[in-house]
């Protein structure tokens, strides 16, 4: 009989020895992985969150890559703030696994420091200095911060005073919209077509044109158009009239290229700058049918909203009185009409609008993405009706039919757009390039049914304070405007963007068992408290009225009123039953769950290589034949 010769075949000669050097290759194998792991796969990254919620969108991740101008992120995250509120420490850890994603992502562009404020450091110095936020948090002895400073190499600085909690489902969006900004290091450029009259030299320029001024160098255009201005991020057409081909084909043409566009169009633009001063608009009308027709858009420029859900109560003179009453054209949009999940309107409470229209897509390939909506009892009117200021506005709901669909009154426009100039350029066209047939990319189009919303008179009243006028807003007409011309100015990946929904996962399985106890628990409480009632009831009438004068109670009435008094004593003693089955049933479920999180996958690895083990003991060991 032959016998091993060698320390391999005397190791696994016995299914002992298999078992220690698999666990020990194991070992060995684990601690070799992290190695590698740690040295080589560093900036590696896994997202499997339901919602992607450390996954970049594909507009983001195209803007990172485009980056041309080093940006530095600096996280100001105070350690006590986490310790102090445990209910941020989920939300800081996505925070900052988000910017190390960004920091990955721009390949060296951006470059992340995370630090820690303490007080009286030069560090808090910095953050106060950058303009963060200080956080005070209630017992807490210190000031905390959980802000965000970026720069990019020349002077440029961008904020996020502090991550809100509320803002987390905007989370990409807000850091995007920074990077966009600090990535153009010159005042982005919006050329702006006013038929409205934003600028009037008789009456001055309107809120909303010196917001947009405030922090874009806007060029109005006028006549014929064959060019935009150069470095010009978005187009604005206000409330466009009489706009020759030659025009039309610029705007045609930067469309398809997937420029940014908001077009303001108006079935009664009621407060348009009149050719003579005191006199109406000739055609108060608006709409660019040559184009939307080719877009696959349908707007009548005839017709408007007339929504009594929405409508603004106003006084108007009806028949040589005044008299207030719902206006089913002058709307005020609140949320429940507002697409809430567009980070232009996240924030918003109401828009006022007036005498607005409707769009509506006439192609399958052509898509548009409600951003305002009229309610389901709004239906559509003929313009005429609602332009006069003397006719009873009450008369636009005498035979009103809603319509089968909500109304859009503004949209994202999308899809498969096609040219409005398929034989090239027009007559005396000096536009530069080849010309566009179809939709380039993807569009970046934002159409709205009505302009005056742009005017002070929808969104700013004027107050008195000390002898001057200020301008106080009572809608969010010029946050709506400067938002959405925020995102167009990041190109996609602006437009793009949605909010992401928050991972909250709740436990539903306690859940269930605390509402289930709770039910029990609401039961017995009340059966408790008609008890007491009861007792007492009970009590009072078997007290004696001469009892009530000190006078001592007879033996059957001491008798009741103990027998009452040990029923209360049981059902505290059933509820007190009912809080420990609570307590123990939830506890139970959740060592239950921790367990299996934390010991179920060493477990399942070891039984997985004691399994490889037992399967190689079985293979027979080789043995050398005698001579």
Same mark, same amino acid.
């Given at each position: *009989?032959?016998?091993?010769?060698?320390?391999?075949?005397?190791?696994?000669?016995? %299914?002992?020895?298999?078992? %220690?050097?698999?666990?020990?290759?194991?070992?060995?194998?684990?601690?070799?992985?992290?190695?590698?792991?740690? $040295?080589?796969? %560093?900036?590696?990254?896994?997202?499997?969150?339901?919602?992607?919620?450390?996954?970049?969108?594909?507009?983001?991740?195209?803007?990172?890559?485009?980056?041309?101008?080093?940006?530095?992120?600096?996280?100001?995250?105070?350690?006590?703030?986490? #310790?102090?509120?445990?209910?941020?420490?989920?939300?800081?850890?996505?925070?900052?696994?988000?910017?190390?994603?960004?920091?990955?992502?721009?390949?060296?562009?951006?470059?992340?420091?995370?630090?820690?404020?303490?007080?009286?450091?030069?560090?808090?110095? +910095?953050?106060?200095?950058?303009?963060?936020?200080?956080?005070?948090?209630?017992?807490?002895?210190?000031?905390?911060?959980?802000? =965000?400073?970026?720069?990019?190499?020349?002077?440029?600085?961008?904020?996020?005073?502090?991550?809100?909690?509320?803002?987390?489902?905007?989370?990409?969006?807000?850091?995007? +919209?920074?990077?966009?900004?600090?990535?153009?290091?010159?005042?982005?450029?919006?050329?702006?077509? $006013?038929?409205?009259?934003?600028?009037?030299?008789?009456?001055?320029?309107?809120?909303?044109?010196?917001?947009?001024?405030?922090?874009?160098?806007?060029?109005?255009?006028?006549?014929?158009?064959?060019?935009?201005?150069?470095?010009?991020?978005?187009?604005?057409?206000?409330?466009?009239?009489?706009?020759?081909?030659?025009? =039309?084909?610029?705007?045609?043409?930067?469309?398809?290229?997937?420029?940014?566009? *908001?077009?303001?169009?108006?079935?009664? !633009?009621?407060?348009?700058?009149?050719?003579?001063?005191?006199?109406?608009?000739?055609?108060?009308?608006?709409?660019?049918?040559?184009?939307?027709?080719?877009?696959?858009?349908?707007?009548?420029?005839? &017709?408007?909203?007339?929504?009594?859900?929405?409508?603004?109560?106003?006084?108007?003179?009806?028949?040589?009185?005044?008299?207030?009453?719902?206006?089913?054209?002058?709307?005020?949009?609140?949320?429940?009409?507002?697409?809430?999940?567009?980070?232009?309107?996240?924030?918003?409470?109401?828009?006022?609008?007036?005498?607005?229209?409707?769009?509506?897509?006439?192609?399958?390939?052509?898509?548009?993405?409600? =951003?305002?909506?009229?309610?389901?009892?709004?239906?559509?009117?003929?313009?005429?009706?609602?332009?006069?200021?003397?006719?009873?506005?009450?008369?636009?709901?005498?035979?009103?039919?809603?319509?089968?669909?909500?109304?859009?009154?503004?949209?994202?426009?999308?899809? !498969?757009?096609?040219?409005?100039?398929?034989?090239?350029?027009?007559?005396?066209?000096?536009?530069?390039?080849?010309?566009?047939?179809?939709?380039?990319? &993807?569009?970046?189009?934002?159409?709205?049914?009505?302009?005056? *919303?742009?005017?002070?008179?929808?969104?700013?009243?004027?107050?008195?304070?000390?002898?001057?006028?200020?301008?106080?807003?009572? !809608?969010?007409?010029?946050?709506?405007?400067?938002?959405?011309?925020?995102?167009?100015?990041?190109?996609?990946? =602006?437009?793009?963007?949605?909010?992401?929904?928050?991972?909250?996962?709740?436990?539903?399985?306690? $859940?269930?068992?605390?509402?289930?106890?709770? $039910? %029990?628990?609401? &039961?017995?409480?009340?059966?408790?408290?008609? &008890?007491?009632?009861?007792?007492?009831?009970?009590? +009072?009438?078997?007290?004696?009225?001469?009892?009530?004068?000190?006078?001592?109670?007879?033996?059957?009435?001491?008798?009741?009123?103990?027998?009452?008094?040990?029923?209360?004593?049981?059902?505290?003693?059933?509820?007190?039953?009912?809080?420990?089955?609570?307590? +123990?049933?939830?506890?139970?479920?959740?060592?239950?769950?921790?367990?299996?999180?934390?010991?179920?996958?060493?477990?399942?690895?070891?039984?997985?290589?004691?399994?490889?083990?037992? #399967?190689?003991?079985?293979?027979?060991?080789?043995?050398?034949?005698?001579?």
């Amino acid at each position: *009989m032959t016998k091993p010769n060698t320390i391999l075949q005397r190791l696994f000669a016995s %299914r002992v020895g298999a078992i %220690r050097t698999a666990i020990g290759l194991a070992i060995v194998l684990f601690l070799a992985l992290n190695v590698i792991v740690a $040295d080589t796969l %560093r900036s590696a990254r896994a997202d499997l969150t339901e919602n992607h919620l450390y996954s970049l969108s594909d507009g983001t991740t195209k803007l990172l890559a485009g980056l041309h101008e080093p940006i530095t992120f600096r996280l100001f995250l105070s350690e006590d703030l986490v #310790r102090s509120a445990p209910q941020l420490a989920a939300y800081a850890d996505r925070v900052r696994s988000m910017l190390e994603t960004y920091a990955s992502v721009s390949k060296g562009k951006i470059v992340l420091q995370v630090i820690n404020p303490k007080p009286y450091s030069d560090e808090e110095d +910095r953050a106060v200095g950058f303009g963060l936020q200080r956080i005070a948090l209630a017992g807490a002895e210190n000031q905390m911060f959980f802000g =965000l400073a970026a720069t990019n190499s020349t002077d440029g600085r961008a904020l996020i005073p502090v991550f809100s909690p509320d803002r987390e489902s905007f989370l990409e969006y807000d850091l995007t +919209r920074l990077v966009a900004k600090l990535g153009e290091p010159k005042k982005p450029v919006v050329a702006l077509i $006013d038929g409205l009259g934003l600028d009037n030299p008789a009456t001055g320029e309107t809120q909303t044109l010196t917001q947009l001024r405030e922090i874009y160098d806007v060029h109005m255009l006028s006549g014929d158009i064959d060019a935009l201005p150069k470095n010009t991020k978005v187009v604005l057409a206000v409330h466009p009239q009489k706009l020759s081909d030659r025009t =039309l084909y610029t705007l045609d043409q930067w469309v398809l290229g997937g420029g940014g566009t *908001m077009i303001f169009v108006d079935p009664n !633009a009621e407060t348009a700058t009149p050719m003579q001063p005191g006199m109406p608009p000739a055609n108060p009308s608006s709409s660019l049918p040559k184009l939307f027709d080719a877009w696959g858009v349908g707007f009548d420029a005839t &017709k408007a909203v007339a929504d009594p859900t929405y409508a603004i109560r106003t006084t108007r003179e009806v028949e040589g009185r005044e008299m207030e009453a719902a206006n089913p054209a002058w709307l005020a949009i609140r949320a429940d009409g507002m697409d809430r999940d567009n980070a232009s309107l996240s924030q918003l409470s109401s828009l006022i609008l007036t005498s607005a229209g409707a769009f509506t897509t006439s192609r399958p390939d052509v898509t548009l993405t409600p =951003l305002l909506t009229a309610s389901p009892k709004a239906g559509l009117v003929p313009a005429t009706d609602v332009a006069s200021p003397w006719q009873d506005p009450r008369g636009l709901l005498a035979g009103l039919k809603p319509s089968a669909k909500r109304l859009v009154i503004a949209g994202r426009l999308g899809g !498969a757009l096609k040219t409005a100039f398929p034989n090239g350029k027009p007559q005396g066209s000096k536009a530069e390039g080849p010309p566009r047939s179809v939709l380039a990319g &993807k569009a970046n189009v934002l159409l709205v049914g009505d302009a005056d *919303m742009l005017s002070d008179r929808n969104w700013i009243r004027s107050r008195q304070v000390l002898g001057q006028s200020i301008a106080e807003p009572f !809608a969010n007409n010029g946050d709506f405007l400067m938002n959405a011309v925020e995102q167009m100015a990041g190109g996609a990946a =602006l437009a793009d963007l949605r909010g992401k929904a928050v991972d909250w996962r709740p436990f539903d399985r306690i $859940d269930a068992l605390k509402q289930a106890a709770e $039910d %029990r628990y609401l &039961k017995t409480e009340q059966a408790l408290v008609t &008890k007491v009632h009861d007792a007492e009831s009970k009590l +009072r009438d078997l007290t004696p009225a001469d009892a009530k004068d000190g006078q001592p109670l007879s033996p059957e009435t001491l008798k009741a009123a103990d027998d009452y008094r040990l029923e209360l004593l049981r059902a505290r003693a059933q509820l007190r039953d009912v809080q420990y089955q609570l307590g +123990r049933n939830v506890e139970s479920l959740r060592t239950w769950i921790t367990a299996v999180n934390v010991a179920g996958t060493p477990i399942v690895v070891a039984i997985g290589a004691l399994a490889l083990a037992f #399967r190689r003991s079985r293979r027979p060991v080789p043995r050398k034949l005698a001579a």
